[in-house]
Nanobody, 116 residues
């Protein structure tokens, strides 16, 4: 079955950086675009970034443009989210998403906290 496992979250000071990883299994990874979402306390889950199956095209939410970079390694079945110049507003649980099956698949999430 499809599995998505995020890692790399933690506590970081404003202006710092983190790199999130999402290891995928159970489907033909390179056939699917992948996305990162996030959900802050009391807010709706929002799309952060998407990358095409081959990795040649990405898109980012306006709130993270110029700061976050999404990439993938199809040989390792892994996507990444490099987060730079982090702000307190970036504090959220970050989820990996794959549009597999009828409803798509989600990871369990990884907590990112930006605080001094």
């Amino acid at each position: 079955q499809v599995q998505l496992v995020e890692s790399g979250g933690g506590l970081v000071q404003p202006g710092g950086s983190l790199r999130l990883s999402c290891a995928a299994s159970g489907f033909t990874f390179s056939n699917y675009a992948m996305s990162w979402y996030r959900q802050a306390p009391g807010k709706k889950r929002e799309l952060v970034a998407t990358i095409s199956g081959a990795g040649g095209a990405t898109s980012n939410a306006d709130s993270v443009k110029g700061r976050f970079i999404m990439s993938r390694d199809n040989a390792k079945y892994t996507v990444y989210l490099q987060m730079n110049s982090l702000k307190p507003d970036d504090t959220a649980i970050y989820y990996c998403y794959a549009p597999t099956g009828r409803f798509g698949s989600w990871g369990q999430g990884t907590q990112v906290t930006v605080s001094s």
